[in-house]
């Protein structure tokens, strides 16, 4: 008579607990964290170092839970690096994808618009389709501005005057009327210089008068 043999049935295989896909799972290593520091100094750092962003990145991104924010975390991470090491063609690939999806708004807007059946809707729907177009535009341009910097040119201006200078700022601030002063000045300054012998000695004014023959009754006085 044969006889069956007992076989043990295998445990079932743990299965293994799910992660949270809203929390923060890295490599000490990797982000340079030591045993040392605590979980402030941790989450302060995870704070500046786009976990907060790739946060905001997962609740935009129509992802769900499917989406972790730990691989958002590294994936941000290595667009920083790039931009760092100075590769900008992922910030050009998303620039431009930008810019052609403001050119479907632009449209989808415009067509939207021309269905209106009042000023109302057409100006609402028109005003957003020419924001999109302006967007769209100035996208482009900040792609170009990457693609083709302008070059940056440092003038220096040059003394080209030899000797000393001096600069009179005295009658800066003056009215019109400064103008007739000072040249009320430069006359007298004139006359003063005719007054002036040729040899140098100036006219004293102090010496004696000689009589004049126009009125004779009029005598020097001793």
Not at 184 to 213: F, I, P, V
Request: charged share 20%.
């Amino acid at each position: 008579m044969a006889t069956k043999k007992a076989t043990a049935q295998k445990a079932p295989a743990a299965t293994p607990a799910k992660t949270d896909p809203n929390g923060y799972q890295i490599k000490a290593a990797e982000w340079g964290f030591t045993k040392g520091d605590t979980n402030s100094q941790m989450m302060a750092a995870l704070s500046t170092r786009s976990a907060l962003t790739a946060t905001t990145y997962k609740a935009f991104a129509g992802g769900g839970d499917e989406l972790e924010v730990t691989d958002l975390m590294g994936e941000l991470r290595k667009a920083a690096d790039e931009v760092s090491g100075g590769d900008l063609s992922r910030v050009e690939k998303m620039l431009a994808h930008q810019a052609l999806a403001l050119d479907a708004i632009f449209n989808n807007m415009a067509q939207r618009s021309a269905r209106q059946e009042t000023f109302k809707g057409i100006e609402v729907l028109m005003r957003l389709a020419l924001k999109a177009q302006a967007q769209s535009r100035a996208t482009v341009e900040a792609l170009a501005e990457i693609k083709n910097p302008r070059p940056v040119q440092f003038v220096k201006q040059a003394n080209m005057t030899t000797g000393p200078q001096q600069v009179n700022n005295a009658y800066a601030g003056a009215s019109a009327h400064s103008g007739i002063h000072s040249c009320a000045e430069n006359s007298q300054s004139e006359q003063s210089k005719l007054l002036e012998a040729s040899d140098g000695n100036y006219l004293d004014t102090r010496a004696q008068g000689a009589a004049s023959r126009v009125n004779q009754t009029v005598e020097a006085v001793g």
